[in-house]
């Protein structure tokens, strides 16, 4: 009898130790999981975005009308909003139109609009992108890190007109999103 209970105890033991290594692999997810805002977004090399004749690295600066901090510009799933498990962030990105209307432009006049695309990843004591084939033509993550301080280095190469050569241009660019949930 008191080797059957030893072997019982041995057992609850195993289970519980194993409950818990699942609940915080689930918790490692859930830290990094909810909605971030854009701190900084800045281009490896000058350029004009807004026609104002100044080049500049930071795209904050340059993208006008764009950045409120209102809404949100990163979503990872799963997160406390929704109750799907699917494994996705979302990115909001400001998606540049270029119009020729305006008389007081001739060389064209740029407004941005909310861009969006979503990735799928996998988590391994850091995030996995998953296939970026369907996005490509909108935007390319090429370092997706999480940081210290609930935030998050990306690394993204995406086509934005840049008036002092009268060009689209593909930019690398890096951007720093802080988590507002």
């Known amino acids: 009898m008191k080797y059957l209970n030893s072997i019982i105890a041995l057992l609850v033991c195993v289970i519980i130790i194993s409950c ?3 609940d915080e692999n689930i918790n490692d997810e859930l830290f990094f999981s909810g909605f971030y805002q854009i701190d900084k977004m800045t281009s490896l090399e000058l350029i004009d975005l807004n026609d104002d004749g100044q080049f500049s690295y930071d795209l904050k ?4 009308n764009y950045f409120n901090n209102e809404i949100y510009d990163l979503e990872i799933r799963p ?4 109750d ?3 494994k ?4 909001y990105l ?3 139109y270029l119009h020729f209307d305006y008389p007081g432009h001739p060389n ?3 407004e941005y609009a909310r861009g969006a695309f979503g990735i799928k990843y996998e988590y391994n004591e850091n995030i996995i992108l998953n296939d970026q084939s369907e996005t490509k033509e909108f935007c390319i993550v090429t370092e997706f890190e ?3 301080n609930s935030q998050i280095k990306a690394t993204i190469s995406k086509k934005y007109y840049d008036f002092g050569i009268n060009e689209w241009k593909n930019l690398d660019i890096e951007i720093l999103y802080v988590k507002v949930e």
């Open 79 to 82: 997160n406390y909003s929704n």
């Open 108 to 110: 064209g006049y740029v």
């Open 20 to 22: 818990n290594k699942n």
């Open 84 to 86: 799907n498990p699917y």
């Open 94 to 96: 400001p998606e540049p």
């Open 61 to 64: 600066n340059e993208i006008n």
């Open 146 to 148: 999480l940081m210290e």
């Open 88 to 91: 996705l962030i979302s990115f």
